[in-house]
């Protein structure tokens, strides 16, 4: 089992920052994947960015050049800096675990959630 704790949400104004982390914990693979999704209301949960534990990252279109996603392994915690943030980032940001990625065994583990709202 694994468990994931994410912190750094809140309310900003366009074009400000915010940076979420997640702290995993529990039965921790050395081979894993952390990544951040979202979910805005009546929209499908996406890929915001994800990074693998040797720190190759992969990011949606729509973030690149405004997020950064990077890690702690010695924390086991990824961190999703946020700059340039639009209205349209607005959404419940999911902190997501995959251990074992690349094996049959793979298994996926989600964080609570935690809220980003970005005013006009």
């Known amino acids: 089992q694994v468990y994931l704790a994410e912190s750094g949400g809140g309310l900003v104004q366009a074009g400000g920052s915010l940076r979420l982390s997640c702290a995993a914990s529990?039965?921790?693979?050395?081979?894993?994947?952390m990544g951040w999704y979202r979910q805005a209301p009546g929209q499908q949960r996406e890929l915001v960015a994800r990074i693998t534990s040797g720190s190759s990252t992969d990011y949606a279109e729509s973030v690149k050049g405004r997020f950064t996603i990077s890690r702690d392994n010695a924390k086991s915690t990824v961190y999703l800096q946020m700059n340039g943030l639009k209205p349209e980032d607005t959404a419940i940001y999911y902190c997501?675990?995959?251990?074992?990625?690349?094996?049959?065994?793979?298994?996926?583990?989600w964080g609570q959630g935690t809220q980003v709202t970005v005013s006009s």
């Open positions: 997501k675990y995959t251990s074992r990625p690349m094996s049959p065994l793979a298994e996926d583990y």
């Open positions: 529990g039965s921790i693979f050395v081979s894993n994947v």
